[in-house]
C-alpha cells in the first residue's frame, strides 16, 4: 500500500501544483503586459485605462493563490523549526501530521468551501466589480481564488498522507522541510 501511495498515487497528484505553477508564471507574465502598457498609456500618450487597476488586482491575487501548493510542494513557505528538527524522525511527522489534519485542513476545507461557493454565486448571478470604475465580473477572479484554495488543500492532504506514512517508515518519505521534488530525483552520476 505505501508503494502504491508514494510511487502511483502522490507523484500524479503532485502534478496538479506544478500545473497550477506553471498557470501562476502565465499570470506574472500578463501582469508584467497589463502593467506596461498602463504605464505607456498614462505617460507616453496621456490616456489612462480604466481597467488596469482592476487587472492588476485580480490577477495578482490569483496567482499568489495559483502557486502556493507548489510552494508547499517545494517546502518553500516559511518554517520556523528549530525546536523540532531535533526531535527523532518519526515525531517530527507526527507533528506535522497532527498540525496538518488537526489545524491546517480545517481551515482549508471551511476557506476553500466558502470561496467556491462565492464564486458559483457570482458566476450565476453575472455578479461585477461595483467598486470599479470598469464594473468587470468577478467569477473568474473568485474562480481562481477558489482553484489556487483547491490545490493548495489538495496538496496539504498529500503532504498529510506523506507525514502518516513517515510516522511508521520515516525514512521512505522526505523529512518534513524537505523539497518533495529534490527527494525524488535520483542523485546525479548514479544509475
Do not use: C
Not at 458559483?120 to 461595483?130: H, L, P
Not at 477558489?146 to 520515516?170: K, M, T
Amino acid at each position: 500500500m505505501k508503494d502504491f501511495l508514494l510511487h502511483t498515487l502522490l507523484p500524479p497528484l503532485d502534478r496538479v501544483s506544478r500545473w497550477l505553477a506553471v498557470v501562476a508564471q502565465v499570470m506574472i507574465v500578463v501582469l508584467i503586459g497589463v502593467m506596461f502598457f498602463e504605464v505607456v498609456a498614462r505617460r507616453i500618450f496621456n490616456s489612462p485605462t480604466i481597467w488596469s487597476v482592476d487587472i492588476v488586482y485580480m490577477v495578482n491575487g490569483t496567482l499568489f493563490l495559483m502557486g502556493a501548493s507548489y510552494t508547499l510542494l517545494r517546502e518553500k513557505h516559511v518554517r520556523i523549526d528549530f525546536l523540532s528538527s531535533r526531535l527523532p524522525l518519526r515525531v517530527q511527522h507526527l507533528i506535522n501530521a497532527a498540525f496538518y489534519s488537526a489545524l491546517l485542513l480545517p481551515l482549508l476545507y471551511l476557506t476553500t468551501h466558502s470561496s467556491v461557493r462565492k464564486a458559483w454565486r457570482a458566476f450565476e448571478r453575472g455578479t461585477v466589480e461595483n467598486m470599479s470604475t470598469w464594473e468587470p465580473l468577478i467569477w473568474p477572479f473568485l474562480a481562481g481564488i477558489a482553484i489556487g484554495l483547491l490545490g493548495l488543500a489538495l496538496q496539504v492532504v498529500l503532504h498529510l498522507i506523506r507525514h502518516l506514512i513517515g510516522i511508521f517508515d520515516p525514512h521512505a518519505v522526505p523529512a518534513p522541510g524537505q523539497d518533495v521534488l529534490e527527494r525524488a530525483q535520483p542523485a546525479r552520476g548514479t544509475i
